[in-house]
């Protein structure tokens, strides 16, 4: 199994920074990529970026520019740092883990979740 811990959610004013950090443990060996989602009030979850085993990442198009997302690979610890925050960012953050192609986890179609992390962002 794996397990994701989430940290560094909280207030901050519009324009602000914040730091999310996600720390993975157990059988870190088994994660592909890994990636933030959030969901905001009332709102369905959606992805916020990824970043593969490759380093390469992807996101959504509300993000671009804003939030940089970072993988360390030693510590398994991935990383979104968010810049020039808007009310529109407030949501409870998740990080996500997907399971490598030749696990047991990926053939039931299970991945990995944290407990979230809550980010507000005052007008």
């Known amino acids: 199994q794996v397990q994701l811990v989430e940290s560094g959610g909280g207030s901050v004013q519009t324009g602000g920074s914040l730091r999310l950090s996600c720390a993975a443990s157990g059988f870190t060996f088994d994660i592909n990529a890994m990636g933030w989602y959030r969901q905001a009030r009332g709102k369905q979850r959606e992805l916020v970026a990824t970043?593969?085993?490759?380093?390469?990442?992807n996101y959504a198009n509300s993000v671009k520019g804003r939030f940089t997302i970072s993988r360390d690979n030693a510590k398994d610890t991935v990383y979104l740092q968010m810049s020039a925050l808007t009310p529109e960012d407030t949501a409870v953050y998740y990080c996500?883990?997907?399971?490598?192609?030749?696990?047991?986890?990926?053939?039931?179609?299970?991945?990995?979740w944290g407990e979230g992390t809550l980010v507000t962002v005052s007008s």
């Open positions: 996500n883990a997907e399971p490598k192609r030749d696990t047991y986890h990926y053939k039931a179609g299970i991945q990995f």
């Open positions: 970043i593969n085993n490759r380093l390469m990442s």
